[in-house]
């Protein structure tokens, strides 16, 4: 496992390229719909698609050489809602997707629309980046979620191998500029619920760790043993779960968790509809305490016959 092992030896670097340079990071889908905004001539969000596209996909966000093979799997999609003159409100759909070892499945890691996203863009612009100074709103988002997504992918293969994306995801949010009305939302606001900012502080936060340890428990002891040993694979992840209970009992608001379960939801009462009756007992009524308006869902789960 290549991040297992480049975890260990390789320093990152916060210092970007900004050319198209071989062994880049991610593989991601990038789409911008405008199918909401009124006008004809559509170059505009043509040539913004194209300088997302380069511009996640062509950037080299680490020192860290990737094959081909090993790209993080994403997409992300911007839907314009509005646009006067070079003032655009969007949301952006950010997802990120892990593949499990011995299987052709590919987890969710990451299901989230991010529905405050504003920024300018001029019809070729160019998307200037540095992660210690906010530049522009566009570059600062989308780097914003490439570093978060490289955290999170690295610490499903490590326990806390993420930590330095970790880090420079928080400067970015820290380096953005608050909002100037109180009381109002640009994504990056510190006194925001339910944002950027509010994301990358649950994560780094160290009462929150064990949401961090049940990446990696949950993935890298449970997901990617299930091929060969599905009982051992499931139990792994039953105890991962007791992680997210240990936070829930902390703080039910943390808006970290909330996503988590919204993103792994489907998933888990996939792998606990079979199994030892024991095991998927335990985990529904883990679940029904964590993610109490989908308790339903968690009975239905236990009626299938299970093996």
């Known amino acids: 496992m290549k991040r ?6 390789v320093t990152f670097s916060c210092l970007l390229t900004f050319n198209a340079l071989q062994a880049q990071e991610l593989q991601c889908e990038v789409r911008v719909n405008s199918n909401k905004v009124q006008g004809s001539d559509k170059t505009v ?31 992300m999609l911007v839907d314009v809602i509005s646009r006067e003159n070079s003032n655009f409100t969007a949301e ?6 892990r593949p499990v070892f011995k299987s052709n499945y590919n987890t969710p890691m990451f299901n989230y629309i991010d529905r405050r996203f504003y920024f300018e863009y001029t019809d070729g612009q160019a998307l200037d980046f540095n992660p210690n100074t906010y530049i522009s709103n566009i570059t600062s988002t989308i780097g914003f979620y490439v570093y978060l997504f490289l955290g999170l992918d690295f610490d499903s293969f490590s326990p806390n191998g993420g930590e330095q994306f970790f880090t420079i995801a928080e ?23 339910q944002n950027r900012y509010a994301i990358i502080s649950d994560i780094n936060n160290a009462s929150n760790q064990p949401l961090r340890q049940f990446i990696y428990d949950y993935h890298r002891q449970g997901l990617d043993v299930m091929a060969e040993h599905p009982d051992q694979g499931r139990e792994a992840i039953l105890n991962a779960l007791g992680n997210l209970q240990s936070v829930y009992e902390r703080n039910s608001m943390c808006y970290f968790l909330q996503l988590i379960i919204e993103s792994k939801r489907d998933e888990i009462i996939q792998i606990f509809s079979q199994g030892d009756t024991k095991i998927r007992t335990e985990a529904a009524n883990i679940m029904k305490v964590i993610d109490p308006s989908q308790s339903s869902r968690y009975d239905e789960m236990l009626q299938n016959n299970g093996r």
């Open 45 to 75: 969000y043509q040539n913004l698609q194209t300088s997302l596209h380069e511009f996640i996909n062509n950037t080299k966000f680490t020192e860290i050489n990737f094959r081909q093979s090993e790209k993080i799997e994403c997409s």
């Open 171 to 193: 400067t970015i949010a820290h380096s953005a500029p608050q909002p100037q009305d109180p009381g109002s939302e640009n994504g990056w606001s510190s006194t925001g619920r």
């Open 4 to 9: 297992v092992l480049a975890i260990l030896f």
């Open 92 to 97: 952006i759909s950010l997802v990120l997707r």
